[in-house]
DNA sequence: ATGTAC
């Protein structure tokens, strides 16, 4: 009998893997899922989340988004609390793409002047904005700039002209998160990162230029400044080959101290060492320091891709009203205190392939939001619709402050490709502008591929995690 | 996600 048989149904949208249902397994798995989005659930991506309940120091219980699926060690769409005293840190539950995220910007132009001039637009984006495995940057950083990037972020490319200083603003730890310390990355780490700042990757990341399509909560858009045709620019990447180093390096030093910690591991790729330890705090450091690189990357590739957008249209920044909305991680560890049993309790929330979605009226909102929530910004699939969503106060109670991520796999690249040769690429993707190195990516990202974002985004403004403000629609879209 | 397997 597997597990997803010893779920019980709490409410329309709830289910719960009571504690101790597995060995060792401190709290209950919580999962939030329609009954479409139930039918998805991969045994495998549970047991991870099973597994992950067996930690030491887990606080409340493992909370599963919509667009769960299987990962590395812990699912994507998982979201995991620790206690800072008597917890661990998981470098397998924060994900090899280390402070993957989103950024939206807002601009004045209107859809119905830009989509004329999309696919010009679209093949400058091709030229100006390097994405693709192992493209590489324009900006090549020496050792010590590199530092002075991992511990500003995305001030570092305000200060390179990549942005303005109102950016900072407008981004998850203003875009640069503290305890980055530079010396606890690797050689390697600092060889793979010196070349790929500004660059997009691959997989699922992406530079889109979109349009507002439907707005769901007109006064939350008013105060966000955003209007039903409005052009969008949006940005998917993270830290490239530096984070994926920084999470190999600590991986293996977490496999090396296991038994000195006498940490018991139901799988090894959920490795993990003790916040409160030379090696916890080692990988906490270089953690932060890959999640400010990856601030500083989306930085330059929001800038790069307006700005191409702009100089295409020929116009001014004031007539383009560059605006940058938001920039969050969905994936990442951050040290937070959230209520457990009644009382505050510090902990590090693990966030993997899911996004923080802090209600109105917390500190950590910046001002002009405060009275509606932090942006939450839900990347579609290729094709499909993205959504930008506000942090409602159920997140606190429900899910340490969390929402979803985007739309999850359910095809893998291997499927999709044999799907599109299939049924032929114009049929896949429609009218939709897509530009990128090779056929492959593009292959592989066509929006079958995905759960429906669509679904997923109902499910988590139903359970008053996150409130739905606005669809958004892709003109054109930049892959790796 | 990723110098797509060290």
Not at 152 to 177: M, R, S
Request: net charge neutral.
């Amino acid at each position: 009998m597997g597990l997803k048989e010893k779920l019980i149904r709490k409410g329309k949208y709830i289910w719960e893997l009571p504690k101790e249902t597995i060995e060792g397994q401190r709290v209950p798995v919580i999962l939030y899922l329609s009954d479409a989005l139930f039918e998805l659930l991969e045994e495998d991506a549970l047991r991870q989340a099973a597994n992950a309940a067996t930690l030491p120091g887990v606080e409340k219980a493992i909370y599963v988004m919509p667009d769960v699926h299987v990962g590395y060690g812990f699912p994507v769409g998982g979201v995991m609390a620790t206690n800072t005293e008597t917890g661990i840190i998981s470098p397998g539950s924060i994900g090899y793409d280390i402070n993957c995220g989103v950024r939206l910007i807002a601009t004045n132009l209107k859809a119905v002047d830009v989509a004329p001039r999309i696919k010009e637009i679209m093949n400058n984006m091709l030229k100006n904005v390097p994405a693709g495995v192992g493209s590489t940057s324009e900006i090549k950083l020496s050792k010590s700039q590199m530092k002075e990037v991992l511990v500003k972020g995305a001030g570092w490319a305000v200060e390179h002209g990549f942005g303005f200083p109102e950016d900072l603003q407008h981004i998850e730890g203003f875009g640069a998160l503290p305890n980055a310390d530079p010396e606890k990355a690797s050689h390697e780490a600092y060889e793979r990162g010196s070349d790929e700042l500004g660059t997009v990757g691959s997989g699922n990341h992406f530079v889109e230029v979109q349009a507002v399509e439907q707005i769901y909560e007109p006064e939350i858009a008013e105060k966000l400044g955003i209007w039903e045709g409005q052009v969008m620019v949006m940005v998917h990447s993270g830290s490239r080959g530096f984070g994926h180093q920084v999470c190999t390096d600590y991986l293996r030093v977490a496999l090396k101290v296991r038994d000195k910690y006498k940490i018991k591991l139901p799988d090894p790729q959920l490795a993990c060492m003790p916040f409160n330890s030379p090696e916890g705090q080692a990988y906490f450091k270089a953690m932060n320091a890959a999640a400010n690189y990856a601030f500083a990357n989306r930085q330059i590739l929001g800038f790069k891709a307006a700005n191409t957008v702009r100089k295409t249209l020929g116009i001014s920044w004031e007539e383009f009203g560059y605006r940058l909305i938001y920039d969050h991680a969905h994936n990442i560890g951050k040290v937070e205190k959230h209520e457990v049993d009644g009382k505050k309790v510090e902990v590090i929330v693990h966030r993997k392939g899911a996004t923080r979605a802090f209600p109105p009226y917390n500190p950590e909102v910046p001002p002009a939001y405060r009275e509606v929530g932090q942006p939450v910004i839900i990347p579609g699939d290729m094709g499909r619709a993205s959504f930008l969503l506000v942090g409602q106060t159920n997140s606190m109670k429900m899910s340490f402050g969390t929402a979803c991520h985007g739309a999850g796999r359910v095809m893998s690249r291997r499927q999709a490709k044999k799907y599109v040769k299939e049924v032929g690429l114009e049929k896949v993707i429609g009218n939709l502008v897509v530009v990128a190195r090779g056929k492959g990516t593009i292959m592989e990202e066509i929006p079958q591929a995905y759960k429906d974002v669509t679904e997923v985004v109902r499910v988590i403004d139903e359970l008053g995690i996150a409130k739905a403000v606005a669809r958004l629609k892709p003109l054109g879209t930049l892959k790796g």
